[in-house]
């Protein structure tokens, strides 16, 4: 069964994630700030939702 998670980040979508048959969950953009996410695969949600949010961090400074 595969199961699919919205990352938000400061209200926008940054991307999705989807989890692998094999464990973890990919990450697929959806805003070019989190391009360098795209295609990484998390141990779980949370943290490529932090991930994500250290991205737009990092961009705001």
């Excluded at 400061?10 to 697929?28: I, N, P, S, T």
């Amino acid at each position: 069964m595969s199961a699919a998670f919205v990352i938000e980040v400061r209200g926008r979508q940054a991307g999705l994630v989807v989890r692998q048959d094999r464990g973890g969950y990919r990450f697929f953009a959806a805003m070019s700030e989190a391009f360098a996410l795209e295609g990484k695969v998390f141990p779980s949600a949370a943290d490529a939702s932090r991930a994500a949010r250290a991205i737009f961090a990092a961009s705001a400074r």
